[in-house]
Each structure stands twice: as structure tokens, then as C-alpha cells.
């Protein structure tokens, strides 16, 4: 069964911290993503990467930052966490021609 | 980013009714899909479609990409318990510019 695993379902972090949110994908997708979901708001690009150590910014990058050093693995950064980045974090991924995403069971962090 | 207006927000029907969302945007997609999220879980894809005019179906659902390029919706027939979820578009593209609806919430009462 293929799969995109976050490392956490639940988190809670102070504001000012340093978070990593991973993912990984055993599935040799070439694309991955991740998302924000608010209520009302839907899922919202972040950032996305087509290859080891590429990245593009999505939508809404202001306060996030990734890293992607292998294939499988996808990270999301928050570089000094804020109560307006409690959220749902998505991570996806995809082959390059598929537009059929493969989305892992998210993330909720909220932060105090 | 582009917006995507999905209608409605939220759905409460009894066991064995329809069930139609749509969703519409200002500008052309070349692709729109469909996906539901089961509660504490990831969105998971349910149909896709490639071009204008095309309706797909897939059991119970059926899905149609708009003759302008601007619009898609879904339909349910014969509504179960397990059709509780949200229920997102999207349009895109190309594989990296996907762009999601704010979603349809379905509950469904036995």
C-alpha cells in the first residue's frame, strides 16, 4: 500500500520555535507538496518541490521554508512559529505527469 | 493565487437522497478533479477529468468538466452514511500549480 507518512499527527509548540513538520513518501515521486488547510479556506499551496533539492513557493511561503536533501523526504520549516500558523499541514506527492496527488493524514499544529 | 468558488459550503441530507456541488472559477483549467477527505485523514482522489465537455463516473459519482473550462461538479447518487466528508475540487494547470475549492462539508443522516 503506497503511502505519504507525516512524522505527526498532533503537535503543540510555543510561539518563537523553531518547527519541523516531515514527510515522507515511499512511492518514488518525483513532486511533493505541502498545504495548509483552514476552515473556509480550502487547501492552500505553501511550497512544492519537483526534485531533490529544488523548491518553488506556492501561494502563501511568508514564514515557512523547506528542504528537500532526498527524493522521499519533504520538510516544512517554520522558522519562528507564530499563533497565526495554527493550522492542518497536508504533504503530497505526485509523478510529474499524474495529477492524481497522494496526500498523507496531515499534521494539526497549534501553537501557544 | 487563483480562487476557486466551491458551493455549497455544507450539505445535510437524509440516507439515500443526491447529493450535486460545483465549483467555478474565473479562469480556464486544463484539468479538474475531485477528492474527499474522511475525517482526521488526508484528502483522497476520487475522479479526474481532461477535457471539456467530459463526464465521468466512478460507482455512485459522477463528474463533469464544464464546456467553458470553468467549472466542474460532482453529483451523488443515493447518498450512504459513508459519503460523510469534505469534498474538494481542484483545478490546475499542470501538475505543479493545482489550485483546491474551500470545500463542500457533507453529512448525511441515516
Known amino acids: 500500500d503506497v503511502k505519504v507518512t507525516q512524522s505527526s499527527r498532533y503537535l503543540v509548540k510555543r510561539t518563537g520555535e523553531k518547527v519541523f513538520l516531515e514527510c515522507v513518501q515511499d512511492?518514488?515521486?518525483?513532486?511533493m507538496f505541502w498545504y495548509r488547510q483552514d476552515p473556509g479556506l480550502g487547501l492552500r499551496l505553501i511550497y512544492f518541490?519537483?526534485?531533490?533539492?529544488?523548491?518553488e513557493k506556492g501561494d502563501i511561503p511568508e514564514g515557512y521554508s523547506v528542504s528537500r536533501e532526498k527524493k522521499e523526504r519533504f520538510s516544512l520549516i517554520l522558522e519562528s512559529a507564530s499563533t497565526n500558523q495554527t493550522s492542518m499541514y497536508l504533504c503530497a506527492s505526485s509523478f510529474p505527469s499524474n495529477y492524481g496527488y497522494t496526500f498523507g493524514s496531515g499534521t494539526r499544529l497549534t501553537v501557544v | 493565487g487563483q480562487q476557486l468558488n466551491q458551493s455549497p459550503q455544507s450539505m445535510f441530507i437524509q440516507e439515500g437522497e443526491d447529493v450535486s456541488m460545483n465549483c467555478t472559477s474565473s479562469s480556464i483549467f486544463n484539468t479538474w478533479l475531485w477528492y474527499k477527505q474522511d475525517p482526521g485523514e488526508g484528502p483522497v482522489l476520487l475522479i479526474a477529468l481532461y477535457k471539456a465537455g467530459e463526464l465521468t463516473s466512478n460507482g455512485r459519482l459522477t463528474a463533469q468538466f464544464g464546456i467553458t473550462r470553468k467549472d466542474s461538479f460532482l453529483n451523488i447518487s443515493a447518498s450512504i452514511p459513508s459519503d460523510v466528508g469534505i469534498y474538494f475540487c481542484?483545478?490546475?494547470?499542470?501538475?505543479?500549480?493545482?489550485?483546491f475549492g474551500a470545500g463542500t462539508r457533507l453529512t448525511v443522516k441515516p
Open positions: 518541490s519537483y526534485d531533490v533539492k529544488m523548491k
Open positions: 512511492m518514488d515521486h518525483e513532486n
Open positions: 481542484a483545478g490546475s494547470h499542470n501538475n505543479n500549480d493545482m489550485r
